[in-house]
């Protein structure tokens, strides 16, 4: 098959305002990062503090936090995204639908969504890489730190928690890559990043080669990068001799 490629057409007018083609690119890589980079922040905070709570004592937390990892583990993030979106603001106080559906830019109300779905999602992955991290260190290091006085809170911050985010650096940078992969369902409830102005810029010009391939290569000098600033980051903080650290 021979295709005459042009690279030209992500310089060429939209034919909207001043705008060319490679300005959606540059829009739709900017909600990307938007959505994975908030998504992340809470899917770490709230993964970390449902691995706590996986091998705390007793019953009742750990259960509730198997519970929660279950149910968003086990359900298609494509599922989740559109309960979300188009379920969710049903059952909310009918002040806050008409703000959601009715007040808010389709964008940020997508955007709310999305954000929320990816952060749950990934939340639960990320609580099963803090509860084995925590669980691969030996017992003594617990049994040390109840000995010498601290309390379960104080234990948990000053000795198990740290060692356990060194060892667990490599599978969270893998769900720190996914998040920014998954990011593309967005463009199923009309959020225009990446994937979405891609599909928009192929439909306009009919260059649909040249726009999925600006879209892959847009994707992998993405990841490419992250995937480097978590290994400096796993370098800077291995301890020489622990669980595969650096002697």
């Known amino acids: 098959m021979s295709y005459n490629w042009d690279w030209n057409v992500f310089f060429k007018s939209t034919t909207i305002g001043s ?12 909600w990307t990062i938007g959505v994975a980079m908030v998504a992340w922040i809470i899917a770490l905070l709230l993964g970390s503090v449902l691995g706590v709570m996986r091998t705390l004592p007793g019953k009742l937390l750990p259960g509730i936090a198997t519970a929660y990892v279950e149910l968003f583990r086990n359900v298609p993030l494509l599922v989740q995204l559109f309960l979300w979106y188009f379920v969710v603001p049903d059952y909310l106080p009918e002040s806050t639908q008409t703000w959601f559906k009715q007040e808010l830019n389709p964008n940020t109300s997508a955007y709310i969504s999305v954000v929320v779905c990816l952060a749950l999602f990934t939340a639960a992955r990320v609580c099963e890489q803090v ?22 809170p104080q234990m948990y911050r000053h000795v198990l928690l740290p060692q356990a985010f060194r060892i667990i650096i490599p599978p969270l940078t893998s769900e720190f890559l996914n998040i920014f992969k998954n990011s593309s369902v967005a463009s199923l409830i009309g959020l225009s990043e990446l994937l979405a102005q891609t599909k928009q810029t192929a439909e306009f010009t009919s260059n649909m080669f040249e726009a999925f391939t600006m879209a892959t290569v847009i994707y992998f000098v993405l990841n490419m990068s992250l995937m480097g600033v978590m290994s400096l980051i796993e370098k800077k903080v291995r301890i020489p001799g622990m669980m595969g650290g650096a002697k």
């Open 131 to 152: 509860r084995t991290g925590i669980q691969a260190l030996p017992r003594g290091q617990s049994a040390a730190a109840l000995a010498v006085g601290f309390s379960l």
């Open 19 to 30: 705008e060319i083609y490679l300005d959606w690119f540059i829009s739709g890589l900017g």
